[in-house]
């Protein structure tokens, strides 16, 4: 090998590893991914974790990329040694980290890497993380309102744009639901006609999207399917409660919004009195749920943010008209993922509706 050759694969490799750290601060899960052979492994001996193949990189970094609230990571120069089309290196590594239920702290790593040069250029064909220092006494700082995941979120009312919509709809089907892209409320209406057969069960959430699309009305005054909003409302609260919980946890169908829906494939529905959440969470055989554009937001800390910021100031106005009380969240909801994969179906609109 020339020594012109030489420099051109240390740059490459050195640029590889660079890469590897701003694709997972990014959060971009598919380019960090790519970044291995296909054959390549991602070994984490102290968390444990254990991906070989690019498929298993790409959803374990899914699942660990929803834990973070926020994480830091800086590459520094270590060692390369070359060997034709491979080569062998060392990374050092210094991370900041909190996770959404308050595990946090600082670490100096090393990755032990072996390079393989491949027709898309030199790729991981192994990085094995060892831990060298750990600290987790609490961090005294924060990330900022604007970190980058904020500011892609810059107003919680504007569609996401076709490229966080694709994102959305990759990680939402990497997580074991069916979504699918539509391009407005009346596109979205007729595709649950298709999806929800004549004469199943259905149970709705009090929706502003679905009230505006005019799904609400399909459903509860149409007289296709065995609507159970209607009945609920029916039923005498104090000598039926049993009742109204037994039909509202177990329809066939759930139709219903999201609250927030993550570009790393989670769903957030939020609830003052718990009663939509069951069929929700797995009590419905089915679940549809209808999405506006501007629900869509980076991450799981995001979500959580455009709740209590967005959602809540909205709804608390709605209930104060309607019911004349105030609304609050008593209860939160987070889909991760579907055990039962098909089970629900997201339809992503690319439009705003609803708030």
Do not use: C
């Not at 990189?57 to 660990?64: D, K, S």
């Not at 177990?250 to 139709?255: A, E, K, L, R, S």
């Amino acid at each position: 090998m020339n020594d012109f050759q030489a420099v051109a694969d240390r740059v490459e490799i050195e640029a590889l590893r660079g890469e590897f750290t701003d694709a997972a601060m990014m959060r971009d899960r598919p380019r960090l991914a790519a970044l291995f052979t296909p054959d390549g492994a991602l070994r984490m001996p102290n968390i444990p974790v254990e991906l070989v193949g690019r498929e298993a990189i790409l959803a374990g970094g899914e699942r660990l990329q929803r834990q973070w609230d926020f994480f830091v990571q800086n590459t520094h120069p270590g060692t390369i040694v070359l060997d034709g089309d491979t080569a062998t290196g060392r990374a050092y590594m210094q991370e900041l980290a909190r996770t959404l239920d308050g595990r946090q702290g600082l670490n100096y790593a090393v990755y032990h890497d072996r390079y393989q040069r491949t027709g898309e250029g030199w790729r991981f064909a192994e990085r094995v993380y060892e831990v060298r220092y750990l600290d987790t006494s609490p961090l005294a700082g924060s990330a900022p309102a604007s970190t980058t995941a904020s500011a892609a979120a810059a107003s919680f009312a504007d569609p996401a744009p076709a490229e966080r919509l694709e994102r959305a709809a990759a990680a939402l089907r990497a997580n074991g639901f069916a979504a699918e892209i539509v391009e407005d409320a009346a596109a979205a209406r007729a595709r649950v006609k298709d999806l929800v057969p004549a004469g199943a069960s259905v149970f709705t959430g009090a929706s502003e999207t679905l009230r505006l699309s005019g799904i609400d009305e399909d459903i509860n005054a149409g007289g296709r399917y065995d609507a159970i909003r209607p009945r609920v409302l029916a039923i005498d609260r104090a000598t039926g409660a049993d009742e109204i919980r037994r039909l509202a946890a177990t329809p066939d169908f759930v139709v219903n919004s999201v609250a927030a829906v993550t570009e790393t494939g989670s769903l957030v529905l939020a609830s003052g009195t718990g009663s939509q959440l069951p069929a929700n969470a797995g009590g419905a055989a089915h679940a549809v749920w209808i999405v506006g554009a501007q629900k869509v937001v980076p991450d799981l800390s995001t979500a959580l943010r455009r709740v209590e910021e967005h959602a809540l100031p909205l709804e608390n106005a709605r209930a104060q008209a309607v019911y004349g009380s105030p609304s609050a969240v008593n209860r939160l909801l987070i889909l991760n993922a579907d055990p039962r994969p098909g089970r629900g179906t997201v339809l992503l609109l690319r439009e705003a509706i609803g708030y």
